[in-house]
């Protein structure tokens, strides 16, 4: 009986030796790595590049301006009338000026009589009859006077308010008997033409851009030629673009000022190196691409330039003669083994 227990439990040793060489083999073999992914390819060259931007404009009157009271007071007289038209200068408003009045006539009697002390003040200096503190003081005093009276005749000027440049007036709430406070909006002006359009393109085309350049612009279907007249020193710190200023030819009737216009910005030609869509990737840090390099996919941060239906602009990762992989859905990962199907050309 104990020998069959014995030789029963030899088989059953065996048995477990047997199923668990296979179990390890497996596993070795799944450490091993699978095959290379096959994706297509295509060497990265330099071509010649028409590219343009496009974008949203806001278009602008040549001057535009709200014109405020600068000092309270009641109004006196109103002599516009809402939407005229009017020239430099032209008189808008009259606010009371009974007291300003009062107190420039003021000022200049001052005036007067410290013209008269300090007159006197000098020759009984020049005689020795004063010292010299005395006649320094005159000296101030006058100058207090001419101070008081300038000021005096300024405030004065402010009850009339008249137009800055000639335009177009806007609507106003203004009246007779009303009482104005510094800062209140009377009526807008604004001189229409030349018409401008400010809009903004990305930081990659900032060092592009230069005063001179042609702009067009579009409307409800009405294209309009315009000329770059000046550029922003920075870029805005937030949208990391470049303001630019415009100016449309002629004088279109038809455009009003803060309406949206589209526009197209047509760049110098410049040679660039470029890829097939298919040959970008993005992650959450920015765009990447994989080179071929000894049978290796070769994971790269890239900077892109102008995108195209069929191609994209590298500007920075990518250098000219590298062998860039189409990836596309393909399971390619950095580092991994990779055979070039096929390379394609541009």
């Not at 006649?135 to 101070?147: K, S």
Request: glycine share 8%; hydrophobic share 45%; charged share 25%.
């Amino acid at each position: 009986m104990k020998i069959y227990i014995i030789l029963a439990t030899l088989i059953l040793v065996m048995s477990c030796s047997k199923d668990d060489k296979p179990q390890q083999g497996g596993a070795r073999g799944a450490r091993g790595g699978g095959a290379a992914v096959k994706v297509e390819a295509v060497v990265a060259t330099t071509e010649h590049l028409n590219a343009s931007v496009r974008g949203i404009g806001i278009l602008l009157a040549s001057k535009e301006v709200e014109i405020q009271a600068e000092i309270v007071g009641k109004v006196e007289a109103v002599y516009f009338k809402d939407g005229q038209n009017v020239n430099a200068g032209t008189s808008l408003v009259k606010i009371e000026d009974a007291n300003l009045r009062a107190a420039m006539e003021k000022a200049n009697s001052k005036l007067v009589l410290s013209r008269n002390t300090t007159q006197r003040k000098k020759q009984q200096f020049n005689a020795g009859a004063i010292s010299a503190q005395e006649w320094e003081m005159a000296q101030a005093d006058l100058q207090i006077a001419v101070a008081d009276s300038i000021d005096a005749v300024a405030n004065l000027a402010k009850t009339l308010i008249r137009a800055p440049f000639g335009g177009k007036l806007g609507i106003s709430n203004i009246s007779v008997g009303k009482r104005l406070s510094v800062g209140e909006y009377i009526v807008k002006i604004v001189q229409k033409f030349p018409l401008k359009v400010d809009f903004s393109v990305a930081d990659k085309y900032a060092s592009v851009l230069k005063t001179g350049m042609e702009v067009e612009f579009n409307r409800s279907g009405e294209s309009y030629k315009a000329f770059i007249e000046a550029l922003e020193n920075s870029l805005d710190g937030s949208t990391r673009t470049l303001r630019a200023r415009a100016v449309l030819s002629g004088n279109p009737d038809g455009l009003v000022p803060g309406a949206p216009l589209e526009f197209l910005l047509t760049l110098p030609p410049r040679e660039s190196l470029t890829v097939p869509p298919e040959a970008i990737l993005n992650d959450a840090l920015g765009s990447v691409a994989y080179l071929f390099k000894n049978g290796k996919a070769s994971l790269t941060r890239i900077e892109l330039g102008t995108r195209f239906v069929d191609r994209v602009e590298i500007l920075n990762g990518v250098n000219i003669g590298d062998t860039v992989l189409c990836v596309g859905a393909s399971p390619v990962r950095d580092g991994g083994s990779v055979e070039i199907s096929r390379i394609k050309r541009l």
